[in-house]
């Protein structure tokens, strides 16, 4: 099966630190990869990589088999925007416009864009917006929701552009515990429909239960990887094991 995701030898330094070391892997459609591992073990700045919002400094990125960066060369912007089009993005932080209504912020890219009709761009956001649970909300304006809702508004944005590809960087990390769970209950509903995806998390059993292959990250490459079962039930290595015990 061809990969959705390909990625040789990725390497990005701030300075003299280096942040991502050689770092390869291949996600193939449908697939949904979790991503685990201390802070600072480069888990973001792969993501946000993806999607040409940090710059490496070496290797490749191929999406759909399209060179996003190859042998640490771009391309070209035009091919940047399109390849990048492909992949939605969900931030820790929501990044949501506070101007603009709920409705108004799943609509501002694809009409943007001119990507349907506006009758069809609204329609849409009113079905992706009973998919995430707040049909209801349509018309508020983000500073009237809870983070929960907020993040769950911000994944039916990342998915009005139909993309092949979600990218979640620590979706639940800026929410309190009892907010988290109805996040992860969309997460999982995305992947039960095949939805091509990498999760940055710190929730490890939704790791163990969402993913179908679960990396961990340390030191600014993936030191270990395969299915939730290796990885938790029987790591390979010492720092994964320190990791996954740690309180």
Known sequence: MSSMIEVQQLQKSFGSLDVLKKVSFSVTPGEAVAVIGPSGSGKSTMLRSLVHLEEVNGGSILIHGKPLVQNGKYAAAADIRKITSTMGMVFQHFNLFPHLTVRGNLELAPRTLKKASPEAIAARSLELLSKVGLADKADVYPSMLSGGQKQRVAIARALMLDPDIL??????SALDPELTGEVLRVI????????????????????????????????GEIA????????????????????????
Do not use: Y
């Open 188 to 219: 999982r509903q995305l992947a039960d429909e095949n939805m091509t995806m990498m999760i940055v998390t710190h929730e490890m059993s939704f790791a163990r239960d969402v993913a179908d292959r679960v990396f961990f990250m340390d030191n």
């Open 167 to 172: 990218l979640f960087d620590e979706p639940t």
């Open 224 to 247: 270990e990887s395969g299915t939730p079962e290796q990885i938790f039930g029987n790591p390979q290595l010492e720092r994964t094991k320190a990791f996954l015990t740690r309180d």
